[in-house]
């Protein structure tokens, strides 16, 4: 059984992960990392060709010549979403050569990867640790996988691989195009999914690095988002993935009266709240009500002509347009979820390329999370304290990732706009399933039902007082949705077996999941 | 006395250098490294504004907050070349503060840095390590640094701050351009010098990171060529150089018949070796007769409609010219050497910034200066074994770095065009006075009086058998030198003191320069 200690926000979290001994969640700002950065061994000219050419014909002689063995990590990234290939040839490959208990660490894992189930029934992957969307969230739920799943955010995988608390043994790159020297780029050629951020962070850390690419070009593969000189062998495969599946699906804006009058609200309260302003930011995540969002918020500027310093993406058509519109000077780009974000990135010098090292890494020297005048997220659960979750559903199961979203709360002003129920079930509750973020970075969560203002957020209260907007207390917008839908959600039922650990952006462990259903 | 043991280029080295054992040059590819890279320390976003501003009121302010005390290692960069206000602004403040025996770590140093004479002599700076051009390392010469000087490569001085040979303790970047959060780039503002690729290593690996800029921008600074992530404090000052004197004075095409017919004898040559071919790639360094070169390159390749894949910088207008008729696909460029190279780089995607880690570290898995077709390159003196000098006078005073030129020995097809004597002082000498490349990775000789091929090029001896060029032994052409002038030269009058080491791009050292003159 799984040793449990109750950390700073009052969850009971696991004392150790894997193994490996855990620091339980200390509150905002409280944890001081020690210690120094992962250090890779030092390599040398001597043992690459000098003439560049790094090519192995196969990926499966590819993880032979890496060394690969029973237990290593290997990692892939998220980029081609639910488009992948690679990921699931990797496994296939190492299944071929008969390795075992292997860690993944994928910056997310989606549907195309349920292949993977049968990998860890066989034994060939002893756990996931990443993003699990889905099939292989809803498997980890049933308490089917063997070693524990740790969810991070973005800046959070960043940061746990720097700090060397995962060691990746081999990395293998998914890449669009590619030179013999493997630096390679997302932004151009069959399979582009823009931009290769997610794997930053494995090219640099990790002790074996692999291309792999359906679209060699002769070197210099321009722009190098991913470094050669971080890149052991180059293997070319005769497609990465399905172009027509890397586009988000949750990029088409909401239809919904409801959610539209959401989004609505969202932009009327920013505009009221003095935030759109000349020179200022935001950044609005993926999904329909966001979209909705950035399209008034987009009408607002026309009609005052003001132009943003930067919008953060998550880019797609709608950012784009602003862009080529002159509405912002930049598009400060951590994934693109369309092929018009993918064009802008290639083409033009004001949709930049980021990471979740610049963006979102909390153990650097600052990042750009903190920057932003204002941020709009998703959550599937608030509670009265402003506490959200956002990997867990309502009866239990892990589902989603975190993606950026915890590294977000730190914006100056951050907004939850979500429905007030989703199929009769409150979304606002006395206390989330999953604690994902801390109450006090959540400063506004608006409703179709009413606007509620973080209490701690006193500066927001007094500005927006007189304001015409639905601003009500949280506690009596969610006493209102259970008069309607006839009293508080059931809270799911849970087994004793932890099956995931949340991670906080300073790699303390802010909460679990426990195995549910079977 | 420094105890000296020999190399395996026949050399006696300094044992020690300023107290840390020195591994002596084991030849070509021989040195295997071991252990791990360096690993700053762990920060947090706790202890930066998240806001983003880490400006600071003064440089000596800087200083003061980076906890600036006797003994420590200072770096700066020297992209501003000899229009650099910045490094004489560190060690006036580092005076003013009154500290004491500091290294100074620059990327090179010129004359505009001479008042450094002077914190010699105060006991502020202890010792330079960085390659000195004129008056520092005259003084250097002559003995009157406390401690040893080393001269590394671009691509060295990288391998020795990743591998943890040099710590720096505070690297001060001259930024031309750069925002509060500390991205900084230099291919615009007032002081625009093109890139700051030599201050990449010291942004990754020093403690403590200061960006100091006169072209203070709102967030974002795009591109941030340094990134803010990796900088603890920003200082804006009126003036960070004279923009003037940022111009390479060698960046002028040599109007001497002897040294245009070097270049005219060079460019045939590698017609005549069959390297001018669709696809290839060149590099020529700075000075009159490289650049002749260039342009005698650049009319065989337009008269055969010849396209190079890339060709590397420092770049100059007329690399710029070479680009922008479509010459070339890219400039892959190191550092820019007039303000059409700054435009360039600024305007043209295919005008690329590199760094000494991609194109030059030894120590990484390849890098680019191997896959060169060609490169084409100055020397102080050349001996029969075709060993080349780059740094030390025939009078045998300190007066030159080693800027890019080791890495580049590596190309597929290393060139000298030197004169074969100098105000009556041969440059085919018996023995190069010192030692800073090894003849078998130099390829080819040039002169006026003919041209020589390495012996164990056999490939190229065929290849030109029978050519209309005047292919000759180097002896004979020594020899024929040396009647003309009236004998060898007078080997130059050394003391006993090692003044300075000069490294090998793997950390070893290959020579050592002894005191000379008084």
Redesign the interface.
């Known amino acids: 059984m799984t040793k449990l200690i109750e950390n700073a926000a009052g969850r009971m979290v696991p004392a150790e992960i894997n193994g490996a001994e855990a620091i339980p969640y200390k509150g905002v ?1 409280k ?22 050419n ?1 090519l192995t014909e196969s990926l499966i002689q590819a993880l032979r010549n890496a060394g690969l063995r029973d237990g290593m990590t290997i990692s892939t990234h998220h980029h081609l979403r639910n488009g992948d290939y690679v990921a699931n040839a990797v496994f296939a490959a190492a299944a071929e050569l008969g390795v075992k208990d292997l860690r993944w660490f994928p910056s997310a894992s989606f549907p195309v990867h349920e292949p993977m189930i049968q990998h860890m029934e066989n034994g060939v992957i002893h756990h996931i640790e990443g993003s699990m969307n889905g099939p292989l969230g809803d498997y980890c739920s049933k308490g089917k996988m063997r070693g524990m799943a740790v969810l991070r955010s973005h800046g959070g995988r960043y940061q746990a691989v ?2 060397g608390e995962v060691h990746i043994d081999i990395a293998v790159i998914a890449a669009p195009t590619a030179d013999e ?2 630096n390679a780029t997302g932004d151009r050629g069959p399979t582009a999914c823009g931009l290769l951020g997610f794997a930053l962070a494995d090219s640099e850390y990790a002790d074996h ?1 692999i291309v792999v690419t359906d679209n060699l070009v ?3 593969c ?3 988002q991913i ?6 062998q180059v293997v070319v495969m005769d497609s990465i993935g399905d172009a027509s599946k890397i586009v988000s699906g949750t990029t088409r804006i909401t239809k919904s009266p409801d959610r539209l009058l959401i989004a609505e609200l969202t932009a009327r309260f920013c505009d009221e709240a003095g935030i759109i302003t000349d ?1 200022f930011s935001f950044q609005a995540g993926a999904g329909g009500t966001s979209l909705a969002f950035a399209i008034y918020l987009r009408d607002i500027m026309r009609e005052r002509k003001i132009k943003a ?2 919008v953060r993406g998550g880019s797609n058509k709608y950012l784009v347009d602003m862009l080529e519109e002159g509405l912002t000077d ?1 598009i ?1 780009d951590g994934q693109t979820f369309d092929l018009d974000g993918v064009r802008s990135m290639r083409e033009n ?2 949709h ?1 390329n980021t990471s979740p ?2 963006s979102y ?8 999370a ?2 932003l005048d204002v941020v709009v997220l998703g959550a599937t659960e608030v509670d009265v304290d402003f506490n959200a979750n956002v990997v867990t559903h309502s009866d239990g199961r892990l589902l989603h990732g975190i993606g950026g979203w915890q590294n977000c709360l ?1 914006s ?1 002003c951050t907004i939850l706009p979500i429905p007030s129920f989703r199929d009769r079930i409150p979304v606002l509750v006395d206390r989330v399933t999953t604690l994902c973020g801390p109450g006090e970075l959540i400063d506004v969560i608006v409703t179709e039902r009413g606007i509620a203002i973080n209490p701690m957020r006193r500066d927001l209260l007094e500005q927006l007082e007189g304001s015409s907007l639905p601003i009500r207390p949280l506690a009596e917008i969610k006493a209102e949705v259970e008069e309607i839908v006839g009293g508080k959600p059931q809270p799911p039922e849970f087994g004793e077996k932890v099956v995931a650990a949340i991670k906080w952006v ?1 790699g303390t462990v802010i909460d679990c999941v426990h195995q549910t259903g079977g």
Do not use: E
């Open positions: 700002g944890h001081r990392p020690t210690g120094r950065k992962a250090c890779p061994p030092i390599r040398s000219c001597n043992d690459f060709p000098l003439d560049g790094k720097q700090d020297f493997g690095v002769p070197f210099p321009v722009p190098w470094q050669g000189n971080n890149v052991d020179g310093r930067f930049y400060l010098p004001g930049v090292f610049t890494n909390w153990h650097g020297k600052g990042n750009f903190g920057m730190f100056k300073d």
